[in-house]
């Protein structure tokens, strides 16, 4: 059984992005898994998503980057969770085979990210990693919490510096993960005319960070400047229900 998990707190992400996310796993994996989702929020969540309570992290209102509160998936009781899990954001769309992810060796696998290649940051949205072996991360964030977002821009990079630490950082392969702005949108003006493209028949996961996300590309999106946008594209609407 492989664990698979995910987020949602707070009102920006309503309860269909998880039952979304949900029905692309259930197409994508063909190994018994359970989905499992912490959230303060579980109303209208399809009842083969595990709900479990969002763990407690105190954070500034402030603060401009709200992932930090991923690493609270690095505690070292994380509910009744054991050994191996997948984390997945809730702003993906996925498109091929999730099981690869299970196979590649490595302690720690994560996104390079595409603009800081050879930086040694990953992007979170997408990585694997062993339950409960981890708590210092979210212990030293916890009592260190100004002194590690001075040395680290958000929540990915920290992580990412941590497990480079630990000699245990590691990249999935480029082609399995796309970003949908760098490797998907069109540039001016040609997102008017043309669909997005797509990221090729060995992408098994697209990333959109930032804006657009996945439901405001359903119908065509533009940018309130213009000078960005997509029409309706196929492969997103056939993919992300």
Not at 39 to 63: H, Q, S
Not at 192 to 204: D, L, M, V
Not at 218 to 231: E, I, K, M, T
Request: aromatic share 12%; with cysteine.
């Amino acid at each position: 059984m492989e664990n698979i998990l995910c987020m949602k707190w707070g009102t920006r992400y309503s309860s269909e992005y998880v039952n979304t996310l949900a029905s692309m796993v259930r197409r994508n994996m063909e190994r018994p898994y359970r989905l499992v989702c912490f959230t303060e929020r579980p109303e209208g969540i399809v009842p083969d998503v595990e709900i479990r309570p969002l763990p407690e992290m105190e954070l500034d209102a402030r603060l401009p980057e709200r992932g930090w509160r991923k690493l609270t998936m690095f505690q070292e009781k994380l509910a009744d969770i054991e050994g191996t899990a997948l984390f997945l954001d809730l702003d993906v769309v996925i498109l091929g085979s999730l099981d690869p992810f299970f196979d590649v060796p490595g302690r720690f696998r994560i996104v390079e990210d595409w603009n800081l290649r050879n930086r040694s940051i990953g992007n979170s949205s997408v990585f694997r990693f062993e339950v409960g072996q981890h708590p210092d991360i979210l212990r030293y964030y916890v009592e260190h919490g100004d002194e590690v977002r001075a040395a680290h821009r958000n929540e990915q990079a920290y992580l990412s510096w941590c497990m480079k630490e630990k000699g245990i950082l590691d990249y999935w392969d480029p082609a399995w993960c796309k970003s949908f702005k760098r490797h998907c949108m069109r540039t001016f003006p040609m997102g008017y005319f043309q669909q997005a493209r797509h990221p090729g028949p060995e992408t098994k996961v697209v990333i959109f960070h930032g804006k657009p996300n996945p439901d405001q590309v359903w119908n065509g999106w533009h940018a309130s400047n213009f000078l960005r946008s997509v029409r309706k594209t196929d492969w997103i609407t056939e993919n992300y229900r």
